[in-house]
């Protein structure tokens, strides 16, 4: 493996083109470490470009979704999908903004059996159908997330965020992608970045 990050070349922060030199480096700042998919993602600086343009637009909306609930969406795709890079890093960020130190993991492990309130359950379920059997996915399971009061909006979100980490989840596999040792503590109790 390409220093343990990844299969293939990885990146530094300084080798990034200076525009992404400044977003990645913003993030880094903002965690204290560079987040390996960006050293991973770096080698192809337009492929970097379009992830993160359309991860911003997906998880940075001010409406729709809170942004924990984004983050949840993300951890039931990732866990459902087996993808440890992803529920790692995520699931850190989910322990943050939910300011909950055990329901990212419950989602990552166990997605359908993870204790959830009914807003949580029908935005967890919603991603699960989708990321699942997504040639199964219809009417039924659009009927469900608005019992459950979703708003079109707020289904959009769920689904185009599963999307989106659809194929985020199959690159990190690719690339046998590995989270940074500092993700496992971020939220934690008296971990780094504890809430």
Same mark, same amino acid.
């Given at each position: 493996?390409?220093?343990?990050?990844?299969?293939?070349?990885?990146?530094?922060?300084?080798?990034?083109?200076?525009?992404?030199?400044?977003?990645?480096?913003?993030?880094?700042?903002?965690?204290?470490?560079?987040?390996?998919?960006?050293?991973?993602?770096?080698? !192809?600086?337009? *492929? =970097?470009?379009?992830?993160? +343009?359309?991860?911003? %637009?997906?998880?940075?909306?001010? @409406?729709?979704?809170?942004?924990?609930?984004?983050?949840?969406?993300?951890?039931?795709?990732?866990?459902?999908?087996?993808?440890?890079?992803?529920?790692?890093?995520?699931?850190?960020?989910?322990?943050?903004?939910?300011?909950?130190?055990?329901?990212?993991?419950?989602?990552?492990?166990?997605?359908?059996?993870?204790?959830?309130?009914?807003?949580?359950?029908?935005?967890?379920?919603?991603?699960?159908?989708?990321? !699942?059997?997504? *040639? =199964?996915?219809?009417?039924? +399971?659009?009927?469900? %997330?608005?019992?459950?009061?979703? @708003?079109?909006?707020?289904?959009?979100?769920?689904?185009?965020?599963?999307?989106?980490?659809?194929?985020?989840?199959?690159?990190?596999?690719?690339?046998?992608?590995?989270?940074?040792?500092?993700?496992?503590?971020?939220?934690?109790?008296?971990?780094?970045?504890?809430?």
């Amino acid at each position: 493996m390409a220093d343990d990050v990844s299969r293939f070349d990885t990146v530094e922060l300084d080798e990034l083109p200076a525009d992404l030199r400044e977003r990645v480096g913003a993030i880094a700042e903002k965690s204290g470490f560079v987040p390996n998919v960006f050293r991973a993602l770096g080698h !192809r600086p337009a *492929e =970097l470009r379009a992830f993160l +343009d359309y991860h911003d %637009a997906l998880l940075e909306r001010p @409406t729709g979704l809170s942004k924990a609930e984004r983050e949840l969406v993300v951890v039931a795709t990732s866990g459902a999908n087996h993808c440890t890079y992803c529920f790692v890093a995520h699931g850190a960020i989910l322990r943050i903004r939910s300011k909950d130190s055990e329901l990212a993991d419950n989602v990552a492990s166990n997605p359908w059996g993870a204790e959830l309130d009914t807003r949580q359950r029908a935005i967890v379920d919603l991603a699960l159908a989708l990321t !699942r059997k997504p *040639e =199964l996915f219809g009417e039924a +399971d659009l009927a469900a %997330a608005r019992q459950a009061e979703l @708003t079109e909006e707020e289904i959009w979100d769920v689904g185009a965020i599963t999307a989106l980490f659809a194929m985020s989840n199959r690159l990190a596999h690719f690339a046998g992608l590995r989270p940074n040792p500092e993700f496992y503590l971020l939220g934690r109790t008296g971990g780094a970045g504890s809430t």
